[in-house]
Each structure stands twice: as structure tokens, then as C-alpha cells.
């Protein structure tokens, strides 16, 4: 087995200084309908979002590009634990590294947010 991770941090103020015309187009290309719905007015919510979408591509072993930001995304299960689900070509990934586990953790202070994703896979 292997272990694949990814990790990122990114400042909250980036995503405030945001106009919010252009808060709203971030989100829409970003954010799947059902994370949108979860992140609300939440600066720090999106903040979170976002460093875990690029920390799993971290893990993935390529960059939003390769996958889209849709292909990734991230949900609170029933117990509020954030979950992470493969689409499109970040599923495809998924199933030639042979992934079997996943788990995705996120925090944030006032200024920051960080991800950290980690994979198990066969190859």
C-alpha cells in the first residue's frame, strides 16, 4: 500500500478583499451547488473548501488543471467530519492509483485556513 497526502494553507483576507461580483463567480466555478450551499456567507468555510480541493490535488499528484475544481469536493458527513468525493478526472486518478481510503481535515484561525488530505491506494 502507499500513502498519497497533500496539505495547503491559504490566507483568509485573500477571499475577503474579494468584490462581491467577483466572490460570487469564484464560488460558482469553485464550488459544487451542495458546497455552496454548506459554505453560505462563511468566508472561512470557503476558505477551508478551497485549501482542501488543492491539497487533495496535492495528493492526487497534479494540479487543478488536470482536474477540475468540480472533480473534488467536499462535504460534511452526518457527524459534521468534512469527506472528500472523486468526479470526472480526478476519479479516474482515483481508480488507476487504486485508491481505497481517503480522509480530508480542515481548520482555520482568523487569518488562515489549512487542508490536509491523505490517500490509500494499491500502486
Not at 9 to 33: A, C, D, G, S, Y
Not at 112 to 122: E, K, P, T
Request: proline share 2%; with cysteine.
Amino acid at each position: 500500500m502507499k500513502i498519497y497526502n497533500g496539505i495547503d494553507l491559504v490566507e483568509i483576507e485573500r477571499f475577503k478583499q474579494l468584490k462581491p461580483e467577483m466572490l460570487e463567480r469564484f464560488m460558482t466555478r469553485v464550488l459544487t451547488p451542495a458546497e455552496k450551499a454548506e459554505v453560505g456567507d462563511s468566508i472561512e468555510k470557503l476558505a477551508g473548501k478551497f485549501a482542501a480541493k488543492e491539497a487533495s490535488a496535492k495528493a492526487l499528484g497534479c494540479g487543478i488543471g488536470e482536474v477540475g475544481w468540480v472533480d473534488i469536493e467536499i462535504l460534511k458527513n452526518v457527524h459534521g467530519q468534512p469527506e472528500i468525493s472523486f468526479h470526472g478526472a480526478a476519479k479516474d486518478i482515483t481508480s488507476h492509483l487504486c485508491i481505497t481510503e481517503k480522509s480530508v481535515s480542515i481548520s482555520h484561525t482568523q487569518s488562515l485556513a489549512v487542508a490536509v488530505v491523505m490517500l490509500l491506494g494499491g500502486r
